[in-house]
Nanobody, 119 residues
Framework: QVQLVESGGDLVQAGGSLRLSCAASGSIFSINIMGWYRQAPGKQRELVAVFSSSGLTNYADSVKGRFTISRDNAKNTVYLQMNSLKPEDTAVYYC?????????????WGQGTQVTVSS
């Protein structure tokens, strides 16, 4: 079973920066997709940034130029560097990792980490 552990969420003022981390553990053979999603109160979960299976990145229009997704394959970890944060970035951020493990294909979610941006 593959488990994800997130960290890095915090309370920050508008214009500030945060770096989220998500580490996967378990009997992982390969990872195909690594991404970040967020869910604000009363809203649906939305894609923030993702590494596709081809290794290309895709960002939500609202975060382009401010957020950067990166990965450390040796550590099975994905990061989200968030700069120039805005109050509308306030949400619970979830990582999602898909791949294959000793038990077959997997798609796991992190527990969520709260990001709050004050104005």
């Amino acid at each position: 079973q593959v488990q994800l552990v997130e960290s890095g969420g915090d309370l920050v003022q508008a214009g500030g920066s945060l770096r989220l981390s998500c580490a996967a553990s378990g009997s992982i053979f390969s990872i195909n997709i690594m991404g970040w999603y967020r869910q604000a109160p009363g809203k649906q979960r939305e894609l923030v940034a993702v590494f596709s299976s081809s290794g290309l990145t895709n960002y939500a229009d609202s975060v382009k130029g401010r957020f950067t997704i990166s990965r450390d394959n040796a550590k099975n970890t994905v990061y989200l560097q968030m700069n120039s944060l805005k109050p509308e970035d306030t949400a619970v951020y979830y990582c999602n990792i898909q791949g294959s493990s000793r038990h077959g294909s997997f798609g796991s979610w992190g527990q969520g980490t709260q990001v709050t941006v004050s104005s």
